[in-house]
């Protein structure tokens, strides 16, 4: 019969769509999640600080490299510039406790810097020429342990003088925690304050 025909036909129909939707499925197939657990773990980064550090006997750990501070000759140019340009508190800071105790200067104070800011380049009409300067052109460091005698090479400028005068100091300093200090005044100190310099100036201090 017609009806029952056409009927069968579209089941037909229906079949071999299904048919081809399961096969066009069947062909693409659904995408897949990746599996990950045979990847390697990603490497790991490390960030390092740069220091100046220095390795111990052990080679395990490591401390830092402390400053090591002026040599003898060093010590003794920052003393002669001082004097040069009139710096009390420098000189006094490299000068040991109670150097300069029994000298009279000039200008005395009670404070060191102050003393010896006032009376370097004091002239006394009756004493040597007017200090004005010094240089120091070469230095001999003679060092025992904490203990040190430099032989400096002075030149010194003095106010109304042509020229210049080149004598040979002796400066000796002791080494403490706060570095080499000048443990008596030399002979150019005496110059820079005024005062003639004395024999004494160019001995070792007692015990030294």
């Given at each position: 019969?017609?009806?029952?025909?056409?009927?069968?036909?579209?089941?037909?129909?229906?079949?071999?769509?299904?048919?081809?939707?399961?096969?066009?499925?069947?062909?693409?197939?659904?995408k897949s999640e990746p599996d990950l657990?045979?990847?390697?773990?990603?490497?790991?980064?490390?960030?390092?600080?740069?220091?100046?550090?220095?390795?111990?006997?052990?080679?395990?750990?490591?401390?830092?490299?402390?400053?090591?501070?002026?040599?003898?000759?060093?010590?003794?140019?920052?003393?002669?510039?001082?004097?040069?340009?009139?710096?009390?508190?420098?000189?006094?800071?490299?000068?040991?406790?109670?150097?300069?105790?029994?000298?009279?200067?000039?200008?005395?104070?009670?404070?060191?810097?102050?003393?010896?800011?006032?009376?370097?380049?004091?002239?006394?009409?009756?004493?040597?020429?007017?200090?004005?300067?010094?240089?120091?052109?070469?230095?001999?460091?003679?060092?025992?342990?904490?203990?040190?005698?430099?032989?400096?090479?002075?030149?010194?400028?003095?106010?109304?003088?042509?020229?210049?005068?080149?004598?040979?100091?002796?400066?000796?300093?002791?080494?403490?925690?706060?570095?080499?200090?000048?443990?008596?005044?030399?002979?150019?100190?005496y110059r820079a304050v005024g005062l003639?310099?004395?024999?004494?100036?160019?001995?070792?201090?007692?015990?030294?």
């Amino acid at each position: 019969m017609p009806g029952r025909r056409s009927s069968r036909k579209n089941l037909q129909i229906a079949a071999i769509l299904a048919a081809a939707s399961s096969f066009a499925l069947a062909a693409c197939g659904e995408k897949s999640e990746p599996d990950l657990s045979d990847l390697p773990p990603p490497p790991k980064t490390t960030t390092s600080l740069p220091t100046t550090t220095t390795t111990t006997t052990s080679g395990t750990t490591t401390t830092p490299v402390p400053p090591t501070g002026p040599t003898p000759g060093q010590t003794v140019r920052v003393y002669v510039g001082a004097l040069s340009s009139g710096k009390g508190g420098a000189v006094c800071r490299v000068l040991a406790p109670g150097a300069i105790g029994e000298i009279k200067l000039p200008r005395p104070n009670p404070n060191c810097d102050v003393a010896v800011s006032r009376s370097i380049g004091y002239h006394d009409p009756n004493g040597p020429p007017a200090f004005k300067s010094a240089r120091v052109r070469k230095v001999r460091v003679d060092q025992m342990g904490s203990r040190a005698k430099v032989t400096a090479t002075i030149v010194t400028t003095y106010e109304r003088a042509r020229k210049p005068s080149v004598d040979d100091d002796v400066i000796y300093l002791k080494k403490s925690r706060a570095g080499w200090l000048v443990l008596k005044p030399s002979a150019i100190f005496y110059r820079a304050v005024g005062l003639e310099p004395p024999i004494s100036a160019l001995k070792p201090p007692p015990g030294f």
